[in-house]
Structure formats: structure tokens, C-alpha cells
């Protein structure tokens, strides 16, 4: 008799990512969470389906664009998506686009992939890819 592999359940879990603009301009921003977003669903094998929500947090400096309006973009136009202000903490990275996706998944809090691009690689260098 073969054992049987154990059945992996479904629970809801929270995905990170993070990326920088150079300015202050709508296209960019938008442009540069539509690459995150696509990021994060791509290393994580998502479909729309699994994402429950995402709240997207901006650095003040940042006010020409609402992140969401990049997922937008990518058709999540059913998901439920929000955008707040970081607390402007001194020293902290300036034009900072910051991702919480939550999802529905089986996979393990360890076999999530967070995603940090751009200048955003210096939040969580442990999680970001090395350079090819």
C-alpha cells in the first residue's frame, strides 16, 4: 500500500512587495505597480481568483496617481484594492510603492515569494532576487 501524500488545505495569506519611481508622474506610477503586481502574481503562480484584496501604501512624496489604477491595468477590476499614505518616517525610502496582497492559497507561509523591485531591493535584500 503506497501512503498517500497529505492533503494541503487552503487559508488566506499575506504576500509583500515593494518597488520606487524615479518621479513624481502618473504614468510611472502606474506603470511601476502594474510591473509589481504582475511580479508578485507570477513568482506566486496566481490567478485573479486567489486574490482576496490588496492594500497599496504610497510615501508622501508620491500623490500624482492611485497605485491601484496599475492593477486596474491588469484587469483585477473584481478584486478589492485601497491605497493609503505611509507615515512619513525620516530617512525612510523616498517614492516607495508598497504591496499587501492577501490570498487564498495552499501554499506554506514559507513557499510565498515576496517581491521587492527597483530601489525597493533595499527593504528586504534577504527576499530580493540576486542580480542575473
Given at each position: 500500500?503506497?501512503?498517500?501524500?497529505?492533503?494541503?488545505?487552503?487559508?488566506?495569506?499575506?504576500?509583500?512587495?515593494?518597488?520606487?519611481?524615479?518621479?513624481?508622474?502618473?504614468?510611472?506610477?502606474?506603470?511601476?505597480?502594474?510591473?509589481?503586481?504582475?511580479?508578485?502574481?507570477?513568482?506566486?503562480?496566481?490567478?485573479?481568483?486567489?486574490?482576496?484584496?490588496?492594500?497599496?501604501?504610497?510615501?508622501?512624496?508620491?500623490?500624482?496617481?492611485?497605485?491601484?489604477?496599475?492593477?486596474?491595468?491588469?484587469?483585477?477590476?473584481?478584486?478589492?484594492?485601497?491605497?493609503?499614505?505611509?507615515?512619513?518616517?525620516?530617512?525612510?525610502?523616498?517614492?516607495?510603492?508598497?504591496?499587501?496582497?492577501?490570498?487564498?492559497?495552499?501554499l506554506t507561509q514559507?513557499?510565498?515569494?515576496?517581491?521587492?523591485?527597483?530601489?525597493?531591493?533595499v527593504l528586504r535584500?534577504?527576499?530580493?532576487?540576486?542580480?542575473?
Open positions: 500500500m503506497v501512503a498517500s501524500e497529505p492533503q494541503r488545505r487552503w487559508v488566506t495569506r499575506a504576500i509583500r512587495g515593494a518597488t520606487t519611481v524615479t518621479h513624481n508622474d502618473r504614468e510611472e506610477i502606474v506603470t511601476a505597480t502594474a510591473e509589481l503586481v504582475a511580479a508578485i502574481m507570477e513568482q506566486n503562480k496566481l490567478s485573479s481568483e486567489e486574490i482576496v484584496s490588496i492594500l497599496f501604501t504610497v510615501t508622501p512624496d508620491l500623490n500624482a496617481a492611485f497605485p491601484a489604477l496599475g492593477a486596474r491595468r491588469l484587469g483585477l477590476t473584481l478584486v478589492p484594492l485601497m491605497d493609503a499614505l505611509e507615515i512619513p518616517v525620516p530617512g525612510s525610502l523616498p517614492k516607495c510603492i508598497r504591496c499587501l496582497m492577501h490570498i487564498n492559497t495552499d514559507s513557499e510565498i515569494n515576496h517581491v521587492y523591485l527597483r530601489g525597493a531591493k535584500p534577504d527576499l530580493a532576487p540576486a542580480e542575473q
